[in-house]
């Protein structure tokens, strides 16, 4: 069976899928996800910061060395949001290559939410029914079967620019809200009957709502998150500190520092959108990436 790796340098996080992939679809083999804030301090700056470099790197490093042992048929690495709005990013781009390797590519949004798409549809049967929305550190993407649209404002874009204090201030929280619904004011014609949403802020969320002791992908699967839940959460985040945010059951304490912007953006979204509830899914643009290899490779595959 063809084996393929995908790998997903966002903003916030840097991820890793090994997975088959038959006829009917992808198997997972290995999923990884690390907290590496490569664009955490460059919004101001346009600069990724040097130890957020050297700190993914070392990620990349290990994530290499798991697809050579893995004897994979094929593989890539895309950088998203931070990589390719870095003034310097011809330099992280050097030191990724040397950990994983081989060259990572540095796409554009409108092919980010494509992947984001299929990845997250795979398993599905409701496409044509179904609006998908992936917020990740520096871009959200809401898409449908026809196209959609990739939009500059992530959980630590909006948490740079509004939200500076923890706990956050009734006029910090507004500004956030007013800043979100603006950026995300050109998805407003898509209207689905179905949302689906995808990447860490929501998986994160849904973890929290379930009270998880700990982050389990397969405990979130198919969560849903209501808009009054979204709401809820926003609020009670707005109030803590940054350190009770870090002892929220499920939340990694690395993404604790930008989890409210994040919620702030799922609690916009989903009234930009018109939907009073979304589902939560692990599948993402990592599982789109691993089809498309697939199909590069001559597969054909029906999901």
Known sequence: ????????????????????????????????????????????????????????????????????????????????????????????LAAARQALGFQPDVIGGEEEADLCFRGATARSSTRGETVVVDIGGGSTEIVTDHGGVSVNIGSIRLT?????????????????????????RSADPVRRKIGLGTAGTWTTL?????????????????????????????????????????????LDPLRAPVILGGAVIAETALRVLGLERITVTGYDILDGVCLALAEGAGLTVTT
């Open 160 to 184: 740079d620019r509004c939200l500076p204090a923890h706990p956050a201030t009734p006029a910090h929280l507004a500004a956030a809200r007013e800043a979100a619904t603006e950026a995300l």
């Open 206 to 250: 849904a973890a929290i709502l379930l009270r998880l002791d700990r982050f389990d992908p397969a405990g979130i699967e198919g969560a849903g998150l209501s808009l009054a839940d979204l709401e809820g959460m926003v609020s009670r985040l707005g109030r803590l500190t940054l350190d009770q945010k870090r002892a929220i059951p499920g």
């Open 1 to 92: 069976m063809p084996r393929f790796a995908a790998v997903d340098i966002g903003t916030n996080s840097t991820r890793l899928l090994i997975a088959d992939v038959e006829r009917h679809g992808v198997a997972d083999v290995e999923r990884i996800e690390k907290v590496t804030g490569l664009g955490r301090d460059s919004t101001r700056s346009g600069r990724l910061a040097p130890e957020s470099i050297r700190r993914t790197a070392r990620v990349l490093a290990g994530y290499g060395q798991r697809i050579r042992s893995a004897g994979v048929t094929g593989s890539r690495a895309v950088a998203t949001a931070a990589t390719r709005d870095a003034v310097n990013r011809e330099e992280f």
